[in-house]
């Protein structure tokens, strides 16, 4: 079982450390300023299902919020590299897809390595990727799509896909948690995507997109995801530059 590291208390919100991802500016060329937001594309093709760091390796990250029958909040713990194929967080899994989504997914559902289930605990776990806001990323939008289906999933497990922001000088208080609701959703494939846009005041904040399920007494909580983008919006691009653009992370 994973150590418990109480971060902090949030009504069903869920907490990630900052991974700092800073660009830097170009010096020389100010035309061409990179932001700390940068674009990301995944449709997990290219991981080995086997390799139990497969996701850890393209960066993304696990976190647990516990809490009480009566939504008391317990403890959370993490962040932690996200697993590939254990009982908790995550997974690569095969053979789920159809025409567009290829022969390798995203699953994500609850830590069932958290023996808190048994007693009637709500288990959230937390399944994202992350950055820093810069200075630079302020004013553009950004939106997160992906496609989705129903796995095993059963009531009264919950799941979300999110964006949030987080800021690190407040006790990492929640600032923004837009959400769709996933776990109503048919076990046919369709797409969605959440946008936001840049203000100054998340400036220096941590953004993480990702995927949440919540589930208690072991109940089943899969979700399976592809597709996924976080990427800038058209107008945008001239504020983010060329040069944060070339980093864009591609595993098609």
């Known amino acids: 079982m994973m150590r418990r590291v109480v971060r902090r208390m949030t009504s069903r919100g869920s907490i990630g450390v900052a991974v700092a991802v800073m660009l830097g500016l170009l010096l020389g060329a100010p035309s061409v300023v990179s932001a700390d937001l940068l674009p990301y594309s995944q449709d997990f093709e290219a991981m080995d ?36 194929g254990s009982p908790g967080f995550s997974a690569v899994t095969a053979g789920e897809g159809g025409p567009e989504q290829g022969a390798q997914q995203l699953v994500a559902y609850s830590d069932y390595n958290n023996g808190d289930h048994a007693v009637g605990a709500w288990i959230e776990a937390n399944v994202y990727q992350e950055w820093t806001i810069g200075a ?12 989705v289906k129903r796995g095993d999933l059963e009531p009264d497990t919950t799941a979300k896909a999110f964006i949030k922001t987080l800021d690190p000088d407040a006790g990492w208080a929640l600032t923004n948690f837009l959400f769709v609701e996933t776990h109503a959703l048919p076990t046919t494939w369709g797409s969605d995507s959440i946008s936001l846009p840049i203000d100054e005041s998340l400036e220096g904040q941590i953004l993480q997109i990702g995927f949440l399920s919540t589930a208690t007494y072991y109940t089943p909580s899969g979700m399976i995801y592809d597709n996924i983008n976080f990427t800038p919006e058209p107008a945008s691009l001239a504020l983010i530059g060329v040069g944060a653009l070339v980093l864009l992370r591609r595993r098609r």
């Not at 996701?55 to 590939?84: E, H, I, K, Q, R």
Request: charged letters at 15%; proline letters at 10%; hydrophobic letters at 45%.
């Open 49 to 84: 299902q086997a390799d139990p760091a497969a996701l850890a390796d393209d960066g993304w990250l696990v976190f647990g919020n516990v809490f009480g029958p009566d939504w008391a909040y317990w403890y959370g713990y993490g962040p932690f590299p996200a697993p590939n």
């Open 136 to 147: 630079a990323d302020v004013g553009s939008t950004w939106t997160f799509d992906f496609d």
